[in-house]
C-alpha cells in the first residue's frame, strides 16, 4: 500500500512539474481544459489514454477505486484447510494443490492457486533444524588442526593435440582448518581409485579424525530406518586399516563441505585453463606442483600461508600414515589373470610371465612405469611402461619358446543301441518290430 502510494505521489508530482513548464514556455497560465495532450505526453512519458483519464480529474492523480479492498467472498473461500494442509507437509506444487482443491470440489482456476501457494508460504517447514536458535542464520562449521578433511570427486572433459576427447576425474581433498590441497587425476572413479588416491593424499597430509564425503556407492550402500550409514565392506576395512571415520554429508546440502567444492571449481578455472592435456601422469605431476605452490601462498580467508599452518599444528595433531603391507594392498589392485597371459588395468592389457601360476595379480601406476606382483606383493613379475593408448602390451616372456602342436580331436560317433520288447504283452503286439524284420517286411 505504501509503494502504490509512493508511486501515486511521485506521478502527481511528474505532471504537475510538466504543467508547470508549459505555462513557463507559453508566458501565462494555460488553461487546464485545453491543455495540448501531444505535448504533455512529450514531456511526461505517458500515453494519451492516461493523460485523457487524470484531465478528467483535473489533472490530479487519484486512486483506483478497488485499492486496498479485499472480496470477502473469494473462489479459495471454504477450501483453505485442505491446501494449508499440503503447504505444512512441504507441498509448494500448485499443479498438486490445484489438483487436490478440484477434488475437494474448488471452482477456481490454477492462477488464484498459485496465489495462494506465494502468500502462505510460511505455513512450509524448514529444510533445516538447528538444534539451537540462530537468530535466522545457517551454522558455519570450525574445526581444530587435523581434525577434517573434505573430500570429492569432480569430472572433466579435456581434448589433446589430436582434438580427441575424453573425460577424467578429479580426487581433491582440502584441510578444512588450514587450507591444504590434494589433487590427482584418474581415468575413473572407480573405488580402487579412491584408495589410491586417499593413500597418496593421506601420506602427504596426515590422518584426520574423520572425512566429510558425499553419498557415494563406493562408501556407503545406504541408510538404516535410523539413519545410520550402512558402510560398504571395503571402505569399512579400507577405514579401520588407515584410522579414521567418514561422515556422509546431507544430500543436495553442498555447502557442507563447501571448501573441498570450491576447490574443485578452482582447480577447473585455475590449474585446468590453457592447460594442454597429454596423459593422466603428467597432469599429476603438474598437479602435484601446482598444489605446492597454492599451500606456499598467503589465504586472506585463513589468515595463514596453508603451508606454514600445516606444518606446526594440523601435521603434529593428524599424525602420519604409516605405510605397511596392508595398506600397501590397496596400492595395488588385484586382477585376474586371463586364459591367455594377460590383466586389464585402466583399460589396457598388460602380459604376466608364463611361469607365474598364480590366478590373481596386483597392478600398480608408479610415475611412468606399471609394476605388476603376485597377490601377496612378494615379488614383481614384470614391468611396463605407462601408455594411454588401447594396444596391448606383451610381455617377452609370456609364453614358452615351443609351443606344443594342438591335436585335433577324434569325431564322436552316436550308437543307438536296440531294447527288446516284453514277451506277451498284447497291447504291444502291432508294434513288434522285431518280428516284422524276421518276415522280412
Known amino acids: 500500500m505504501e509503494s502504490r502510494l509512493n508511486e501515486r505521489n511521485d506521478l502527481q508530482d511528474i505532471i504537475d512539474k510538466a504543467l508547470s513548464d508549459m505555462a513557463e514556455d507559453a508566458g501565462h497560465p494555460i488553461d487546464l481544459a485545453d491543455v495540448n495532450l501531444a505535448e504533455l505526453r512529450r514531456r511526461t512519458g505517458l500515453t494519451r489514454s492516461r493523460l485523457r483519464t487524470i484531465q478528467k480529474n483535473g489533472f490530479k492523480v487519484r486512486p483506483h477505486a478497488n485499492t486496498g479492498r479485499k472480496a470477502g467472498v473469494t473462489k479459495m473461500t471454504g477450501h483453505e484447510r485442505v491446501a494449508d494442509e499440503l503447504l505444512a507437509k512441504g507441498v509448494t506444487n500448485s499443479s498438486v494443490v490445484y489438483e487436490r482443491l478440484v477434488a475437494d470440489g474448488y471452482k477456481g482456476g490454477l492462477t488464484t492457486v498459485k496465489n495462494y501457494v506465494r502468500a502462505h508460504m510460511s505455513l512450509v517447514p ?43 576425474a578429479c580426487l581433491a581433498m582440502i584441510c578444512h582448518h588450514c587450507g591444504t590441497c590434494y589433487v590427482e587425476f584418474f581415468p575413473n572413479a572407480r573405488q580402487e581409485n579412491l584408495f589410491i588416491g586417499m593413500v597418496h593424499a593421506l601420506m602427504a597430509m596426515g590422518v584426520p579424525e574423520h572425512v566429510p564425503t558425499d553419498n557415494m556407492r563406493s562408501v556407503a550402500l545406504h541408510r538404516d530406518s535410523e539413519g545410520r550409514p550402512v558402510w560398504q565392506t571395503d571402505h569399512a576395512a579400507f577405514m579401520a586399516c588407515v584410522g579414521f571415520r567418514t561422515k556422509l554429508c546431507k544430500p543436495r546440502h553442498p555447502f ?14 585455475n590449474f585446468l585453463a590453457g592447460r594442454d592435456f597429454h596423459d593422466i601422469t603428467q597432469f599429476n605431476e603438474e598437479a602435484l606442483a601446482w598444489c605446492a605452490r597454492q599451500g606456499g601462498s598467503c589465504h586472506r580467508a585463513l589468515d595463514c600461508v596453508p603451508a606454514d599452518e600445516r606444518g606446526s599444528k594440523c601435521l603434529p595433531a593428524a599424525g602420519a600414515l604409516a605405510v605397511g603391507d596392508e595398506v600397501a594392498m590397496y596400492l595395488c589392485p588385484r586382477r585376474r589373470v586371463t586364459f591367455d597371459g594377460f590383466v586389464s588395468y585402466e583399460g589396457r592389457r598388460l602380459g604376466v610371465p608364463y611361469w607365474y601360476d598364480g590366478s590373481v595379480c596386483r597392478v600398480s601406476r608408479e610415475g611412468e612405469c606399471l609394476h605388476v606382483y603376485s597377490e601377496d606383493l612378494a615379488r614383481e613379475l614384470c614391468v611396463h611402461p605407462v601408455t594411454w593408448g588401447r594396444k596391448d602390451s606383451f610381455c617377452e616372456d609370456r609364453h614358452v619358446d615351443a609351443q606344443p602342436c594342438e591335436v585335433p580331436s577324434q569325431p564322436v560317433r552316436a550308437t543307438v543301441p536296440r531294447v527288446e520288447l516284453p514277451a506277451g504283452n498284447p497291447a504291444l503286439a502291432k508294434f513288434d518290430l522285431g518280428g516284422m524284420i524276421e518276415d522280412g517286411r
Open 126 to 168: 524448514a529444510k533445516r533444524k538447528t538444534t539451537a536458535p540462530q537468530g535466522g542464520r545457517g551454522q558455519r562449521f570450525h574445526t581444530k588442526p587435523g581434525q577434517a578433511y573434505q573430500m570429492d570427486w569432480g569430472f572433466v572433459n579435456l581434448e589433446d593435440k589430436a582434438g580427441v576427447r575424453c573425460k577424467i
Open 256 to 269: 557442507t563441505k563447501g571448501k573441498v567444492e570450491r576447490l574443485v571449481r578452482y582447480v577447473k578455472d
